[in-house]
């Protein structure tokens, strides 16, 4: 059994924690950024571990949002891949977004893969492709129909609206139901600005603007932008979200750390 | 493999289909392959959520949670409201749930241990009278995530101790199989999901006490104490009940409010699996049985966690539901049922004799709406096989080895337990009785060898 880890079992994680548990050992992003274009950003999955042993990286999320259209839509790429106890997961999404003040998925296709190099043969693997779309108050996934209370985001496109919010491309973000993973219904959702600060990240000092967002279905989320918009770091439980353009050559790393190569 | 700026939804397909051979959706069907289902027996579909009491479903009249798919599979089965767990620990709880029978039995008595060999769990049994046995998520007998159950083949899914994350993947893997499992055996599938046992993690990480809220927008939505927190009683030295002496009213209130988002988060993965178990061909011939290892303290009697024996820690949801054979929304307030009652009340849905020496009964008749005597009583255990617990419709009495000191409770006229009647002579023959039911009730037991024996009452 691993040792404990427990000076980071032991208290709420903040920007100032993940900075001392070493999440933050590199320095933001400096580039220029245009939260209403096109952009492709990648955020490191990062957890509180029990032991001090395991590695806090358990995987990434990478969005790409394309080229607002006439009809002020925009196509968003995403694809997460988490490290899970025995393998990994894979999720792969393309969503057809309106660009307003929650980003509206309109519709959306989805792939879930999972593999578990250590599982019995049979299941060691499993997935499905799932397509749906947005009509009105009407969600259609494959044969079910849910009613859901407007607007509408995911956890995906929230993070593109949250960034055109941030950089006042947009002023407000109305209470939203969120559909999680493009399945799950969690109602309520409501984003609170919650002021300017100073944060340390890798050697810098900067300013990052900050927002709370509490809803149904979740522990409530902090997440801190730079000046352009960008969203640096998303707090929430035992969970972070952080911008890294490195992640993917981490992730790689870990896998050849874990023997799961070729999983990638 | 990066995907290309500017693709367009049938490109994305392709190239997802092309992409990484590792992941080629084709050799992900294998396993599933086969041709009819058998349409003589049911297919059954267990849920376990981890650390959920009673009390915490919107339809049972809570209004700080919201829990649309649990209240959904309320609506479409039966409730048990008076549904104990074996052993208010995961180990323990799920020991009994996966074979019928005590943990003091199963050699599960704490966290850890694995069933004790020569008694079969749920998976084994099923699987030898033809059943697909299927299994994603928690197991902890012993280990939390096992690649390996015997009777089981095993799905992917979970993260130890960080069930926000993993949990996904265990409804998404739950949902593949419903969507693919085309084999020509019923199934019984186990989809056991951690949330909202995160909760233990979170208390550790909010231990010091609250100076300000620290997301004042939910202070309006805030859940009141109970009406037992303050009722700190004597309890028996080997209770080591978890309780946050540091913590003020606003830890308290905000650990009910992160707690119950917790609960929610657990019913929207459930909520993924009764989705997609109604949008597959099974929908009408799958028996699901929904419940929790056991409960959690939420500041009554100012506790946390679990691992004691208050109803906080012990009464647990439990639901079944089977389209056209189980009565719909219907809500059982009488019959006293038990963790160890899952594998009978599985195998005879299943119609397969249940395994040996069983101590739960089948709930098929309660549940089809036939009258059958029914138990007096039932018992939970806990702390390394030194507490019991036994209650009555009316009464309960909570003992430890060896301790004199002991707790008895009038359920009817103190539901929250607030008023111990053990040293109050006008309760003497009641609690008596109890001791006498409980006391025979362990002499029947098989004890496994790292278990203490038949339980005697120090009085």
Request: proline share 6%; aromatic share 10%; with cysteine.
């Amino acid at each position: 059994m691993a040792k404990r880890n427990s000076k980071a079992w032991r208290r709420p994680l903040t920007v100032h924690s993940l900075a001392e548990y070493g999440g933050l050992d590199f320095d933001p992003p400096q580039s220029e950024f245009r939260a209403a274009g096109p952009w492709e950003l990648s955020w490191q999955i990062w957890l509180l571990t029990p032991s001090k042993k395991e590695s806090h990286h358990h995987g990434f999320v990478r969005i790409q949002k394309g080229a607002l259209r006439s009809d002020s839509t925009f196509l968003l790429s995403v694809e997460q891949h988490i490290i899970e106890q025995h393998g990994i997961t894979r999720q792969k999404a393309q969503i057809r977004c309106r660009s307003d003040a929650v980003a509206t998925p309109l519709w959306w296709e989805k792939r879930f893969d999972a593999r578990f190099p250590k599982m019995n043969r049979t299941y060691a693997s499993v997935g499905f492709e799932k397509k749906g779309s947005l009509s009105g108050s009407r969600i259609f996934d494959g044969a079910l129909q849910k009613t859901v209370a407007l607007p509408l985001s995911s956890n995906w496109s929230l993070l593109e609206a949250l960034q055109r919010l941030a950089a006042g491309v947009t002023s407000e973000m109305p209470p939203f139901t969120l559909l999680d993973e493009l399945e799950k219904i969690k109602e309520e959702q409501r984003i609170t600005f919650a002021g300017r600060r100073q944060i340390a990240f890798g050697t810098k000092e900067i300013s990052v603007n900050c927002y709370r967002h509490v809803g149904r279905a979740m522990l409530p989320w902090r997440y801190y932008f730079d000046l352009q918009g960008r969203l640096l770091i998303a707090l929430s439980g035992l969970q972070a979200l952080i911008l890294n353009p490195q992640v993917e050559e981490i992730q790689r790393k870990r896998l050849k750390r874990l023997g799961w190569e070729g999983f990638e | 493999m990066r995907a290309k700026k500017g693709i367009s939804r049938r490109t994305f397909l392709d190239v997802s289909l092309k992409s990484g051979a590792a992941f080629a959706l084709q050799p992900l069907m294998h396993g599933f392959a086969g041709s009819a289902v058998s349409e003589s027996k049911p297919n059954i579909l267990f849920i376990i959520t981890d650390q959920q009491g009673l009390e915490t479903l919107s339809a049972l009249q809570n209004p700080f949670v919201h829990t649309p798919n649990e209240d959904r599979l309320k609506k479409r089965g039966v409730t048990f409201t008076r549904s104990y767990s074996v052993n208010p620990v995961c180990s323990p709880a799920r020991s009994s749930m996966f074979t019928g029978r005590m943990s003091s039995e199963t050699g599960v008595v704490h966290n850890g241990l694995p069933i004790r060999a020569g008694i079969p769990n749920l998976g084994q049994w099923l699987a030898q009278f033809g059943y697909e046995t299927v299994y994603v998520g928690k197991w902890h007998l012993p280990d939390g995530y096992a690649t390996r159950i015997p009777g089981f083949k095993v799905l992917p899914g979970g993260i130890y101790l960080r069930g926000t994350v993993g949990d996904r993947t265990v409804s998404m893997a739950s949902e593949a199989f419903l969507r693919h499992y085309e084999g020509k055996k019923p199934f019984f599938m186990v989809a056991s999901f951690l949330q909202p046992h995160d909760v233990c993690g979170w208390i550790r990480r909010n231990a010091r006490p609250l100076e300000t809220w620290p997301f004042p927008e939910i202070e309006a939505a805030l859940p009141p104490l109970p009406p037992n927190f303050d009722a700190l009683l004597k309890e028996a030295k080997r209770a080591k009940i978890a309780r946050m002496p540091e913590w003020n009213e606003r830890n308290w209130r905000y650990y009910l409010w992160s707690y119950y988002r917790m609960v929610e988060e657990a019913d929207r993965e459930l909520g993924r699996v009764l989705d997609a178990l109604e949008a597959s061909r099974f929908a009408r011939n799958t028996l699901v049985i929904f419940t929790s290892d056991h409960g959690e303290g939420r500041a009554r009697h100012r506790t946390v966690l679990k691992n004691f024996l208050y109803e906080e820690a012990v009464n647990v949801p439990l639901i079944v539901s089977f389209p056209g054979r189980v009565a719909e929304n219907k809500t059982d307030e009488r019959h006293l049922v038990s963790g160890a009652d899952i594998t009978p009340t599985v195998c005879d849905f299943a119609g397969v004799p249940a395994p040996p020496n069983q101590r739960g009964l089948s709930l098929k008749p309660i549940l089809t709406g036939k009258e059958v005597p029914w138990r007096e009583f039932v018992v939970s255990e806990v702390m390394h096989d030194y507490g019991r617990m036994i209650r009555t419709d009316r009464f309960k009495l909570i003992a430890y080895r060896d301790d004199p000191v002991i707790q008895f409770f009038d359920l009817k006229a103190d539901p929250w337990e607030t008023h111990n009647l053990a040293g109050e002579t006008r309760y003497a023959a009641q609690l008596k009785e109890l001791v006498r039911m409980l006391e025979s009730w362990e002499k029947r037991l098989d004890f496994a060898p790292n278990a203490l024996g038949p339980f005697t009452v120090r009085m």
